[in-house]
Structures are given as structure tokens and as C-alpha cells.
């Protein structure tokens, strides 16, 4: 039961650091990039996030996974 309550004190201030930390990151993106930022970060991100994961498993698909698993990824060519 003790080791219960240091795994809540220790999830209550890493959620109380978490939540400063979003504060404060929204402050800095607010003051430095203006009133839309935060705005102008999460359209960014709709379109980045989706194609950057798209081009990491291109990659994998492509390069990573036949040479770990060829029976299953068989190798592309280069052309």
C-alpha cells in the first residue's frame, strides 16, 4: 500500500510538471509567434504529422523491413 501512494505522488507532480510545461510552452509560442499561433501550429501539424508518418513507413516498408524480414517484405528495386 505504501508503494501505491509514492506512485501517485510521483504521477500527481509529473502531471503538475506536464501541465506547467504545456503553460509555459504555450506562453513562449503565444508571446514570440502572436495571437494565432497556437492556431497556426495545430494546422501545421494536421498536414506534417500524417505525411511524415506516411514517409517513415515508405521507408521501412522499402529499406528496414526486407533486410529484417524479406519473407514477408521482399525487396524493391531501385528503378
Do not use: T
Not at 510538471?17 to 495545430?42: P, Q
Amino acid at each position: 500500500d505504501g508503494h501505491m501512494v509514492v506512485f501517485r505522488r510521483a504521477l500527481s507532480v509529473s502531471a503538475a510538471g506536464g501541465a506547467a510545461c504545456l503553460a509555459g510552452g504555450y506562453i513562449w509560442a503565444k508571446n514570440a509567434m502572436g495571437e494565432d499561433a497556437l492556431a497556426r501550429i495545430v494546422k501545421f501539424d494536421k498536414v506534417a504529422v500524417p505525411a511524415i508518418i506516411e514517409y517513415k513507413w515508405v521507408e521501412a516498408k522499402c529499406e528496414k523491413l526486407p533486410r529484417i524480414l524479406p519473407q514477408l517484405f521482399p525487396p524493391v528495386s531501385e528503378e
